[in-house]
Every structure is written in structure tokens, then in C-alpha cells.
């Protein structure tokens, strides 16, 4: 070895300096160079010393690591620890320099207050190849020492992974879904990794929550308490969060009858009329006949993409003075192009003043006076008309609220499942619901765009319902693998219900956690796209958002108080992981706001091929099964 033949360089030239008598140069230069050759040869020797060291402590590390996944397995008993460790260390520790080396395990059985932990410490040495110098009797400068220890606990640590995955339209290009469906379901994916730590049923749980625009509970849960039906039950002039894109009635509202024009648009509502409640297919005028004759029953919402769930009818009211005092006020026409019958207009002294027959219009969803029908219903008190059935220009808010005593022709139960984003500022919290304050509560979605009703389970395709923490592993793995390409792109939704799925005492009933139990609570989201549309029309259109970018901003917030929770000692109670894959041409911008909700920057991964979705997912299962080291 090198060492080795420079010390015998170095001792043959002592010996000849030790014997020379031509002066005493010689001799000096002799004592002088020993204490130099001491302080480079222990610089070296220490340095050999450290390599040795930090190998040792890679080997324990993962050493560790192995016996407890075996431990965890059961491949291996308590007893076989010590034989198995250094099995695994043996194979580990390569360091050419380290001598003498022993490593000892111990495993202490877990208690009430405590987990089991393994202990592992090793020792061991290196020859000198300078510092010897310094000591040409043999003494202690020959070796140095060194030893290292870690710990690790074992049977307390459990793991519960929510996956909020992208289900947007976009999902469908550059095999993108084809790809996600492999990394999570397929053979070797992220549910196979993670369900290999698991030795008992519940140590390791995981959520699957697919999104787009909405996230789909199941049809099942319309008689739950936690959702907020107002917009849902609601008809499109009293949607409160549609902000600049509010419908508006027209003045001519209590004229609007059979056989009557549908009094919107596109672009003066937002949304057409249908032919019935139930119904898609357009009506430009108001039916005049059969069994849905009179009612006014709005289309899809082109602002919003929601459909609305009832119908205004239209009751007589006899004939009577329907606006006046406004140079729009103006009669119904019907499909000829003229005034509906028996209406008339008349100005005098420049006051408009329009008469004919009246019409009241309820709208068929249970107002707050029906105490027969729709009893499992909550009670809609939306505006539906003006007082005595007139506007006028010192009575332009209308006033009248609904009175809707029948059947209703959409009930809850008709419910596709579809949840948007919670009232603000809930929309960006983990708080759990509370009847006593709707913002809490998650509001009902009737999501329509590109001509499918999404959440339906007769949709082709549908976005899937969410799947709660489970460890049905097939279950798990159907969900996946039934994923489908959808409408429009909300990561805040299916973020806000990734985080609700591990919240114990939520909506989706997670699992009860132990005090003696370590949890590693996770959310990995991925998402091929930007935010284009949300809850709010005003945010954005389902292309683009609006100015100043404010689906990003609320989702933002969002993730700031995710990481902000704390657990009881602590110590960050979530660890997310955020992926953006980003196949466009040309390519998206980088999503500022997935990449400062990842927990650290390592945590957020740009992805420009669909073939990295699989290695990344395997990259972050890797690391969730990988135990915290004690030291």
C-alpha cells in the first residue's frame, strides 16, 4: 500500500540520518521533521479514521432500516436479530481501512407508554500509517478508534397516504392517464410499495380522491348532514357565488307565461331555457302545452358549468299592470315575433307602463311554509317575484319569496354527487363541518360541461367517487383503475378533500388515531394542468383565470394552512408531496402554487414525459417506506 511504502522511505531515511557524522545538520533536520511527518501523518490518518466512521453509521442506518421492515413483515423473529443484523452489515460495510470491527443489536420490547425499539452499535479501528511516527515503540499512536451507534423504533409508526390525482380533460393526452393508473395500481406501484410495510390491517391506510372541477362524494350521501344545498336547491337568480355573473329577472317577469320567449341568454344570464326539469334539449319559448306547460326551466349555466335543479311555473294571477315607470319595460314576445296575447304598453308623459296577464312563479324546490311534501328536504327561500306582482322604478329588488308547496321535480336524492369548494373562507381549511355555520359545510354541485353531467353514474366518463382511507388494497386499486379523463381543472378541491380524508371525526369517517402512535400523515397531489375554474364563475371561465390569478391565490392560503398544522409535539402534522406534469406544447408555466405547497422544495417534482409519472411515484414510495431514524 502507498502508506505503507512511504513509511519505510521515511524509516530507512532516519536510520541513515541517525548513523551520519558529517555534521550536524543532519542531525537537526533529523528531530525537526519528526513532529511535522506527526501532524500531516494524524491530518491523514484522522481523515482514514472519519471515512471509516461514516460508513460504519450508512451500514448501521440502513441496517436498521431492514430489520425493521422484517420485523414488520414477520420475516424475521427477535431472536434472529443480532445474526440477521450483522448479515445485513457485513454486506453493507465496504470501508478497505476499517479493522477489528464488531457490531452488537438490541431490541427492547414495546410497553404500553413506548414503542419497541433496535439499538445497533458498532466498533472497530484503523492502522496508522503517520502517526506511528511519533511513537516508534509500538504505543497507542499505531490505530485509532472509532465506533458509531442509531436507533430506530419499530411497531408504532403507521402511515396514512392521500392521493389527490388529476381527472381533467387534459388527463387524456400524451398517455398521461394510462401512466398515473400504472404508477399508483399497477403491478410494483405506489399501493403494492405501501401496502408491503403493512403487517396488520390499519398500519397502513390510503385515500384516493380524483378531481376536476368538483370531487365526487357518491350519490349515497344526500342524506348527510354536511352538505350545504343552497346553490344546489337554489334557482339561477339567487346563486351567491356567482358575484358579477348574477341573473338577473326581467322587469317583465310576471308577464313571462306559456307559449311566452325565453326572457335568457348566453350572454344575458348565462344560461338558455330546456324543456323540462329534467331535461337538455333547448326551448326557445316557454311550453304552452302538456304536462310542463308554463314552467321555466333554466339550462346549463354557461358562466359556471352547473346545472340547476327546478323550474319557475307559472301560476295565474289574473291581468293586471306588470312594470311601469322604465322605458325597458316592455311585453313578452311569442314565437311570431309579437307581444304574448293581451298585452299591451303605453307612454304617457315618457312613463312606460305595460299591463296583461300575470303570472306568479314559484320555483319547485320546497319553500319555507311546505309542512307535507318534501319533508327530507331542506326549505329554499330564494326571491322569486315582486310585490303584487309588478315591478316599478321605486320597487326594483324583488321581494317575494318561494312558496313551492308540492312535490319537488328534482329532490336531493336526484343528486350526481358532485362537491365544489366550501364557502370562504373554508374554502382554504381543514375545520370539520358544523351545522351551525353553512360556511363549514360542503356545498352540492350539479357539474355540467361538454355535455356530460360528470358525477352521474350513468356518465361516459365519469369522474370517479372518492374512495376514504381504506386498505382494500383491490378496492384501491379498482378505483385507480376506473379513472377516467374529465371536465376542468380545480386542484383546490381535491386538495381540500385529500386533507379531510385523514382528519379523524370528518366526513370521511378516518380511522381513530392512538396517542402512543407515530403517524406519518401524507398528500401527494398531482396535476397535468393550471387552475382554470372553480367554484367561482368571476375566477375563471374553465380556460383561463381571471386577472391576478385567484383560484391560485385561494389554494395558495390553502397550503400555507396545511403546513401550519402542528401535531401534539409539535412537529409538521402533514408531509405533502406536489407533481406537475407538464406535457403541453408549448409547455405550461411552472404552478407557483404546487410548488410551494410541497413541504420542501425536494417534495415538488416538474415532470415533461408521461413515462416519469411511474419512476417519481416510485421515488416518493421509497422514501414513505423508508422509518425515521432516532439518531
Not at 329554499?380 to 312535490?407: D, E, F, I, R, Y
Not at 358544523?434 to 360541461?449: G, I, K, R, W
Not at 372553480?534 to 397550503?559: E, F, H, K, T, V
Request: proline share 6%.
Amino acid at each position: 500500500m502507498l502508506g505503507s511504502a512511504i513509511s519505510n522511505c521515511v524509516r530507512a531515511a532516519i536510520r541513515r540520518f541517525s548513523r551520519a557524522t558529517d555534521g550536524n545538520v543532519a542531525v537537526i533536520f533529523t528531530f525537526a521533521i519528526l513532529p511535522i511527518l506527526a501532524f500531516v501523518g494524524a491530518a491523514v490518518d484522522y481523515t482514514r479514521a472519519n471515512n471509516a466512521r461514516t460508513a460504519m453509521q450508512s451500514a448501521l442506518d440502513s441496517t436498521a432500516l431492514m430489520l425493521s421492515k422484517d420485523l414488520t413483515m414477520g420475516t424475521i423473529t427477535a431472536a434472529q436479530i443480532p445474526s440477521k443484523a450483522q448479515t445485513y452489515f457485513n454486506s453493507l460495510f465496504t470501508n478497505k481501512d476499517g479493522q477489528g470491527i464488531a457490531i452488537s443489536a438490541t431490541y427492547t420490547t414495546p410497553t404500553s407508554t413506548a414503542a419497541a425499539t433496535i439499538l445497533l452499535s458498532g466498533s472497530g479501528y484503523i492502522n496508522t500509517y503517520f502517526m506511528k511516527f511519533a511513537d516508534l515503540s509500538g504505543g497507542n499512536f499505531r490505530k485509532v478508534n472509532f465506533g458509531s451507534s442509531t436507533t430506530t423504533t419499530w411497531g408504532n409508526v403507521k402511515m396514512r397516504v392521500a392521493l389527490a390525482l388529476d381527472n381533467t380533460g387534459s388527463m387524456s393526452q400524451n398517455g398521461k392517464i394510462t401512466a398515473l393508473r400504472n404508477a399508483v395500481a399497477g403491478t410494483g406501484g405506489l399501493i403494492d410499495q405501501l401496502s408491503a410495510l403493512s403487517k396488520n390491517n390499519g398500519d397502513v391506510y390510503i385515500s384516493v380522491i380524483p378531481f376536476a372541477k368538483v370531487v365526487n362524494l357518491g350519490t349515497s350521501n344526500y342524506t348527510q348532514s354536511y352538505i350545504d344545498w343552497t346553490d344546489w336547491l337554489n334557482p339561477p337568480t339567487t346563486q351567491p357565488n356567482n358575484g358579477s355573473t348574477q341573473a338577473s329577472l326581467p322587469m317583465n317577469w310576471h308577464a313571462v307565461g306559456p307559449g311566452a320567449r325565453c326572457p335568457w341568454t348566453n350572454s344575458s344570464g348565462g344560461f338558455t331555457c330546456n324543456t323540462s326539469p329534467t331535461s337538455t334539449s333547448n326551448a326557445n319559448y316557454i311550453p304552452s302545452s302538456g304536462t310542463y306547460s308554463g314552467y321555466i326551466c333554466p339550462s346549463v349555466d354557461y358562466n359556471s358549468h352547473t346545472n340547476y335543479n327546478g323550474c319557475w311555473v307559472s301560476t295565474p294571477a289574473g291581468t293586471g299592470v306588470f312594470c311601469t315607470g322604465s322605458s325597458s319595460c316592455s311585453c313578452p314576445k311569442n314565437s311570431s315575433g309579437n307581444n304574448v296575447s293581451g298585452c299591451s304598453c303605453t307612454t304617457t308623459s315618457g312613463v312606460t307602463s305595460c299591463s296583461g296577464n300575470l303570472y306568479t312563479h314559484d320555483w319547485t324546490q320546497p319553500g319555507p311554509l311546505d309542512l307535507i311534501h318534501n319533508l327530507g328536504q331542506p326549505r329554499v327561500s330564494a326571491v322569486v317575484g315582486w310585490t303584487n306582482n309588478k315591478w316599478t322604478s321605486t320597487n326594483q329588488l324583488p321581494t317575494v319569496q318561494n312558496n313551492w308547496l308540492l312535490a319537488s321535480t328534482n329532490p336531493i336524492s336526484t343528486w350526481t354527487g358532485c362537491i365544489t369548494d366550501r364557502t370562504q373562507p373554508n374554502d382554504a381549511t381543514g375545520v370539520l363541518p358544523n351545522t351551525s355555520d353553512v360556511t363549514t359545510l360542503f356545498p352540492a354541485n350539479e357539474y355540467y360541461e361538454n355535455s356530460s353531467l360528470y358525477c352521474s353514474n350513468s356518465a361516459s366518463p365519469q369522474l370517479g367517487p372518492i374512495i376514504p382511507l381504506s386498505y382494500n388494497w383491490s378496492a384501491l386499486k379498482t378505483a385507480v383503475n376506473a379513472m377516467q379523463p374529465t371536465g376542468g381543472t380545480d386542484q383546490s378541491v381535491g386538495l381540500a378533500w385529500a386533507w379531510q380524508s385523514l382528519l379523524v371525526g370528518g366526513p370521511l369517517n378516518a380511522p381513530a388515531e392512538d396517542a402512543n402512535t407515530t403517524y406519518n400523515r401524507v398528500i401527494i397531489i398531482l396535476s397535468d394542468g393550471l387552475n382554470t375554474e372553480d367554484r367561482w364563475p368571476d375566477y375563471g371561465d374553465g380556460s383561463s383565470q381571471a386577472s391576478g390569478n385567484p383560484i391560485d391565490a385561494r389554494q395558495a392560503l390553502q397550503c400555507q394552512n396545511l403546513q401550519a398544522a402542528k401535531d401534539a409535539n409539535g412537529a409538521p402534522m402533514y408531509t405533502i408531496y406536489a407533481i406537475q406534469v407538464n406535457t403541453s406544447t408549448p409547455a405550461d408555466p411552472t404552478s407557483t402554487v404546487l410548488q410551494n405547497c410541497a413541504s420542501s422544495p425536494d417534495k415538488f417534482y416538474m415532470l415533461t414525459s408521461s413515462t416519469q409519472i411511474l419512476t417519481t411515484f416510485n421515488t416518493i414510495g421509497t422514501a414513505l417506506s423508508k422509518l425515521r431514524l432516532a439518531k
